[in-house]
């Protein structure tokens, strides 16, 4: 009697969104398939990523353009492997590393996730409710509580897919910086931002290493991995390609990798053009006039001051909405990790009955990032640069992980990495861990000296 109420409640979990089973056709346009890469891409412009491009625009002009046509192919590739894993296995990470990999391998992983995306939700909310403050007064406090416990109960009580339709259309908002980089009276030296594309000058200096490594961090996430996997499940899933995670009705064919694959594309493509945008328009607007230290909302606001009265309107709008997709991610993405790793029931097409250590480990993520609101001393802006190093610091080793799966044939199968792929995987690797390195040098040094 059990087991048949427990079958009744997973269909129900399943109404409305299965569009029952049946194979990718071949033919079908790569468009019809966009989803968890493209939604991945635009939750990757979240608060952290905007408050590091605009640090970056801000203190190094057109200096670190080069980073966003450098990001594309290795944030891709990256992706791409996680999107590939959950589409073959039917899994998300934390299930097939517990299924493959020693037990402390699984645990240390989930552990750096979760440290990392606690950190973040705490930038991303510090700086909402601060983006709130500025355009709506009232106290810090308050806009911070009522965005946490918002989120919270948005994620609980709306079906995600309605949740994402919706919001998905704030952080248009962010096209702000494309418009105000293309004003006739934002003057740009398109001869340096060429230059700065196609042969970069490094700089010395702690701040110019701090602000790659955010970079790098801000835009090769390790939430994102996790995250990619999971929503391709429950894509998989939506679409009656398997019942529940882990058990595909059908091999994963060509067509299935080919829609994963644009999907990736198309989504990080579109991540690292705003920020380019980004970084230009501060380039232009605060470095050009000397503003190069952001500290607050306000500060960060001022580099969309050519659009007029709406620039502060528009600035909050895109925080929010960015922040608004990018903290589910972020908390969604530790919650699939710990969830798999303790066998619970898990995912957003689930209901809160039928999935309660999933969703209350969200819960829990958004709580712990809201409470280190409370320690005092840290800017809301430089608050985001922070938690983009932390990501990437940890996100090497997460890689080096994703590709040995991703080259192991028992998980895989046929479909293990190609050259390339490993090539822009290892040097996603080399270049962060470098970077990394580089900037502990240089903490270390500037301390010593």
């Not at 001869?191 to 196609?198: D, E, M």
């Not at 790659?212 to 995250?227: A, D, H, K, M, R």
């Not at 929503?231 to 595909?248: F, L, M, Q």
Request: proline share 5%.
């Amino acid at each position: 009697m059990q087991n048949k109420s427990a079958a009744s409640d997973d269909t129900a979990d399943l109404q409305g969104a299965q569009e029952g089973p049946e194979e990718v056709p071949a033919n079908t346009p790569f468009w019809k398939h966009l989803g968890p890469g493209l939604i991945t891409g635009v939750a990757d412009d979240d608060p952290s990523g905007i408050g590091t491009y605009s640090v970056a625009g801000a203190q190094f002009g057109y200096g670190l353009v080069w980073l966003a046509p450098f990001t594309i192919p290795l944030v891709i590739a990256v992706q791409e492997m996680a999107g590939r894993i959950g589409s073959i296995t039917g899994e998300g990470l934390a299930a097939v590393i517990k299924k493959h990999y020693s037990r402390p391998v699984l645990l240390g992983t989930v552990a750096l996730l979760f440290l990392a995306n606690v950190i973040n939700v705490w930038a991303d909310l510090n700086v909402m409710a601060a983006s709130a403050q500025m355009l709506f007064g009232l106290s810090f406090t308050l806009w911070l509580s009522v965005i946490a416990l918002g989120t919270i109960v948005l994620l609980i009580a709306i079906p995600y897919r309605s949740y994402v339709r919706y919001l998905k259309w704030l952080c248009l908002a962010l096209l702000a910086y494309v418009v105000t980089a293309l004003l006739p009276g934002v003057k740009h030296d398109w001869g340096a931002i060429a230059q700065n594309l196609v042969l970069p000058r490094w700089q010395s200096g702690f701040g110019y290493l701090m602000a790659v490594v955010g970079y790098l961090g801000t835009t090769i996430s390790p939430y994102c991995f996790f995250w990619q996997a999971g929503e391709t499940v429950e894509e998989e899933i939506s679409h009656g390609v398997e019942t529940e995670p882990g058990h595909r009705l059908f091999p994963v064919n060509e067509a299935e990798i080919r829609a994963v694959r644009a999907d990736t594309v198309t989504g990080m493509v579109i991540s690292q053009v705003i920020a380019f945008f980004i970084i230009i328009c501060t380039a232009a607007t605060l470095h050009a006039k000397g503003q190069t230290d952001i500290n607050t909302a306000q500060d960060a606001a001022r580099a969309l001051l050519p659009l007029g009265k709406s620039a502060y309107w528009l600035f909050t709008i895109g925080i929010l909405g960015a922040g608004l997709l990018g903290i589910p991610t972020l908390a969604g993405s530790a919650a699939y990790a710990l969830s798999e790793t303790f066998g619970w029931r898990y995912g957003l097409y689930r209901r809160f009955s039928r999935a309660r250590g999933f969703y209350l480990t969200i819960a829990a993520v958004i709580v712990l990032g809201y409470l280190l609101n409370f320690i005092p001393g840290v800017s809301p802006v430089k608050a985001l640069l922070y938690a983009a190093v932390l990501n990437g610091a940890v996100a090497p080793p997460l890689i080096v992980l994703l590709m040995r799966i991703c080259n192991n044939p028992k998980i895989v199968g046929e479909r293990r990495n190609s050259r390339l792929s490993n090539l822009l995987g290892g040097l996603a690797v080399v270049t962060m861990t470098v970077a990394i390195l580089l900037l502990l040098w240089g903490l270390l040094t500037r301390k010593a000296s």
